[in-house]
């Protein structure tokens, strides 16, 4: 932290005048001008005020009255499977069965022979809800192992060439209902959930440099479109945190990174820290990530009362509880963060016993236990976010995706507690905003476009249970303080205020006041990290 005192002749780096700063200060809730120092905030406040402090050293820029706000984290992604995704197969605006299946042809003639297809992020919704099968592309990729999964990456389709290179009996099928069948009772090509590893683990290793081209990409992306920190929610690959390390160690991050292991993964985690600590304001470690269901658009996110035109299907609990339970309270005991994902009703209602039981166990202390998604809730659920201090780390984009077809799935009456972001904040709950990219495109303008107006895609006017509507300050918070506080670092950043980290967005429109539906049309004009201009 900097010290301003006036015996110190500080240079000025850096200083913006005649913008509107919002802060997400609530003692300083908007300024003029900023001055940055050494990558931290030196001062904020007036024109006056920060010309002031100008020297001939200084950087100055002419806002012109744009719009500041402190730098994007999102809460929630997957750091270099998002990378990965940038050079891979696209199927995310596929409307079609005949679109998918040349896509995926068009595709694979730019591959050599033996190499992978991955990627795809397809949604068979965008069809009419057709699963797709390996019959359909087989005879277009005889050479290719294919293995793309749907966009939110809990359903994936792999041809038979992948198949075979995986040694797969297409006779063998999962007893959880994992691997879809065809009419002839063999393996689709389609796995869910926890069945997916089958495969996965039969996809070649990505080479170290590949794996540093990833988050070089990744970053430069997440870059332009304002985010400056990241929650990665990766699985552990011992070559991504060899990559992170790499980069943090080449000083070449230019997103700072808090990523998380494996929640069966504590001790190693925990090992870590005590040899390295936990990291700085690059790169830090000490959550883990876990899981208890599945997701909605592949049915096997768990609720109470089963998917509307079943009279069995209610899901499927990834974890079992009391296992769940054991790692939990073992991670808890060694201070490291719990974030679990959960999406249906029985999901989250069980990962909120969980933690209360934990939370009993161990005694009371800053935990700051969180839910991943958080989508489907009890109404009674609700306030316990709050009262038992579980923070909810929320993907907004997801509702106006999902709104296209949630009601076919589980009905309009469980809609009604869907993405609860109002019900949530009004029973005092801290609500953090991420993108879950690769599933959803990591653009936090557009996840506050989704906040606001909850319009549905492809709808002019229908929108996603509207009575949950929040407000544009309200989705900035989740995505700026709040998002800081849901990693511990709302003392460093998440705000524009002396002292801290000096990361900042400058936008196009000022999308306080704009109305709420030409939010997604606003462009970030300038990212700034650390005092620097990206």
Known sequence: ?????????????????????????????????????????????????????????????????????????????????????????????????????????????????????????????NWGGELPCRHWIDALTPENPVWISRLDG???????????????????????????????????GIFKDRA??????????????????????????????????????SLYEKSDIESLDKARKDKKLTTRIYTTFPLFAWRELHERIKKQG?????????????????????????????????????????????????????????NIQVMIHAIGDKANNTLLNIYERVIESNGKKDRRFRIEHAQHLLKEDIPRFA???????????????????????????RLQTSFAFKSLLKNNAHVSFGSDWFVALPNPILGIYAAVTRKIKGEKSKSFVPEERITVEQALKAYTIDAAYAGFDEKIKGSLEKGKLADMVVLDKDILTIEPEEIQNTKVEMTILDGKIL
């Open 154 to 188: 809990h359903m994936a389709l792999a041809n038979t060439a992948t198949l075979t290179a995986s040694k797969f009996s297409l006779d063998l099928a999962c007893s959880e209902g994992e691997i879809e069948i065809d009419e002839q009772g063999k393996a689709s």
């Open 278 to 334: 936990t990291g700085d304001k690059w790169l830090k470690v000490g959550g883990v990530k876990g899981f208890t269901d599945g997701s909605l658009g592949a049915s096997t996110a768990a609720f109470f009362d089963p998917y509307k035109g079943s009279e069995t299907n209610r899901g499927m609990m990834i974890s079992k509880p009391e296992e769940l339970f054991k790692n939990v309270l073992e991670a808890d005991k060694h």
């Open 387 to 413: 009262k038992l201090n579980v923070l909810v780390s929320a993907q907004p984009y997801h509702l106006i995706d999902d709104g296209r077809w949630a009601e076919k799935l589980i009905g309009a009456e």
């Open 196 to 233: 997916m590893d089958i495969i996965a683990r039969h996809i070649p290793k990505r080479s170290k440099e590949q794996t540093y081209k990833d988050l070089e990409a990744a970053m430069k992306y997440l870059n332009s479109l304002g985010v400056t920190s990241v929650h990665n929610l």
């Open 1 to 125: 932290m900097l010290k301003n005192t006036n015996m110190m002749h500080i240079d000025i780096s850096l200083a913006i005048l005649n913008a509107k700063i919002w802060t997400a200060n609530p003692k300083q809730p908007y300024a003029e001008a900023i001055a940055v120092c050494n990558g931290y905030i030196h001062d904020i406040g007036t024109n006056q005020q920060i010309k002031a402090q100008i020297t001939k050293k200084t950087k100055v820029i002419d806002a012109s009255g744009k719009l500041i706000v402190p730098g994007f984290i999102d809460s929630h992604l997957h750091l270099i499977e998002g990378g990965i995704r940038l050079n891979s197969l696209q199927l995310r605006d596929v409307q079609t069965k005949g679109e998918f299946i040349s896509a995926i042809a068009n595709f694979a003639k730019t591959c050599k022979a033996g190499e992978w297809i991955i990627g795809g992020d397809w949604d068979h919704e």
